[in-house]
Nanobody, 117 residues
Framework: QVRVVESGGGLVQAGGSLRLSCAAS????????MGWYRQAPGKQRELVAA???????NYVDSVKGRFTISRDNAKNTVYLQMNSLKPEDTAVYYC???????????WGQGTQVTVSS
């Protein structure tokens, strides 16, 4: 019943910006952590940014200063603002959601981000 829906991916030139959104629904429990992962062809999936229930963010070094993660608890939504995009940011971006009082986590379907040179 839990549903995680991502949006906002697309094609952008280097130096441009995109804003990803991820909305979670279908559970009465409070959301704990939320995070954005990405996977490029031939590479392992990596954690890009995560945010705690209280709004404390963490980032992988390669995106610090360029990406901003935020959340709206009233909407059960997490955002990833991506600025100064580079071709190496090209990947499928996945949203992950954890709930209090539930084991495991839930994944979105992924959204493609392509950054051209």
């Amino acid at each position: 019943q839990v549903r995680v829906v991502e949006s906002g991916g697309g094609l952008v030139q280097a130096g441009g910006s995109l804003r990803l959104s991820c909305a979670a629904s279908g559970s009465i429990f409070r959301i704990n952590g939320m995070g954005w992962y990405r996977q490029a062809p031939g590479k392992q999936r990596e954690l890009v940014a995560a945010i705690t229930s209280g709004g404390s963010p963490n980032y992988v070094d390669s995106v610090k200063g360029r990406f901003t993660i935020s959340r709206d608890n009233a909407k059960n939504t997490v955002y990833l603002q991506m600025n100064s995009l580079k071709p190496e940011d090209t990947a499928v971006y996945y949203c992950n959601v954890e709930y209090f009082n539930l084991r495991g986590s839930y994944w979105g379907q992924g959204t493609q981000v392509t950054v051209s040179s």
